[in-house]
């Protein structure tokens, strides 16, 4: 991956065509689609160039592929990690979390170039999710940037940064979509 900083690395005006209500909607249903475990549902809101990107070693401003990452998956990657987790014999995850997250703090940040030369848009949000296993509860917490895409006049899910409070820390198994 290239980290040379270009324009498309700067942040544009937030795009008109996007609506607060809409895009509030969808982070609610893709919270929930990966709380639930319907992975298909999840799997179909990405795009074919999305990066799905959750930072180590305290790093918060770094850029993927430049430094240790918990994940850093592009599309194949998402979907081989989907379909390990699919098959139910995944140790890190027999049996299955229950989570429910809270998203918060929803922010419109501005608009990112897009490889088909249109616009993100770039979002920022608070979560805190709650992980119930039979090894015992486990809060996680953080922020998480988004960049949505309007595809065929819905919206896609192009990009996703989650940055853990903790992630300068040891991580206890993570084998579930955060």
């Known amino acids: 991956m290239t980290t040379s900083v270009t324009a498309a690395d700067e942040l544009l005006p937030v795009p008109i065509e996007f609506d607060r209500f809409e895009v509030e909607q969808f982070l609610y249903r893709e919270a929930r689609f990966a709380d639930e475990n319907d992975y298909d549902s999840w ?7 999305a990066l799905y990107w959750v930072p180590a070693n305290g790093a918060s401003d770094a850029r993927p592929g430049n430094q240790m990452a918990i994940i ?3 599309r194949s990657r998402i979907g081989t990690r989907l379909k390990q987790i699919r098959t139910g014999k995944r140790y890190a995850q027999a049996p299955p979390s229950n989570m429910r997250r809270l998203l918060t703090n929803i ?3 501005g608009g990112r170039t897009n490889p088909a030369g249109g616009t993100d848009l770039e979002v920022g949000a608070n979560f805190l999710l709650l992980e119930s296993r039979t090894r015992g509860t486990h809060l996680w917490g953080g922020r998480t940037t988004y960049r949505l895409r309007r595809t065929d006049d819905e ?3 192009a990009y996703k940064k989650v940055v853990l409070v903790d ?3 040891p991580v206890p198994t993570l084998g579930f979509l955060i």
């Not at 799997?43 to 160039?49: C, K, M, N, P, Q």
């Open 43 to 49: 799997e179909a809101l990405w795009t074919d160039d």
């Open 72 to 74: 850093c998956d592009n």
């Open 107 to 109: 922010e419109f940040l």
């Open 155 to 157: 919206l896609r899910l």
């Open 167 to 169: 992630n300068d820390r």
